[in-house]
Nanobody, 114 residues
Framework: QVQLVESGGGSVQPGGSLRLSCAVS????????IGWFRQVPGKRREGVSC????????FYRDSVKGRFTISRDDAKKMFYLQMVNLKPEDTGVYYC???????WGQGTQVTVTS
């Protein structure tokens, strides 16, 4: 049973920064690609960023490229999304997950407002 706990969200002004964390249990993380997703108001859940096992490759959607950085620490069974220069369009509930998993945590709210 995969268990995921997101944390680190909050309310910030445009241009602010946050670091989201995902704690994983129930599996050995090493072999999985992992990713961050968000539920944007009025839209379906969408992929934000993903990273392969062993940090071989990363992917970012165009709207966050250059501002967000995904990273992982398999020994700690944790992965992260560092977000800088946040914009109002980044507002949403952020979720982490593993490839091929349909088990979602509660997410963490990110709100970017003036």
């Amino acid at each position: 049973q995969v268990q995921l706990v997101e944390s680190g969200g909050g309310s910030v002004q445009p241009g602010g920064s946050l670091r989201l964390s995902c704690a994983v249990s129930g599996v050995t993380l090493d072999g999985y690609a992992i990713g961050w997703f968000r539920q944007v108001p009025g839209k379906r859940r969408e992929g934000v960023s993903c990273i392969s096992n062993s940090n071989v490759w990363t992917f970012y959607r165009d709207s966050v490229k250059g501002r967000f950085t995904i990273s992982r620490d398999d020994a700690k069974k944790m992965f992260y999304l560092q977000m800088v220069n946040l914009k109002p369009e980044d507002t949403g509930v952020y979720y982490c997950n593993l490839e091929q998993s349909n088990k979602w945590g509660q997410g963490t709210q990110v709100t970017v407002t003036s």
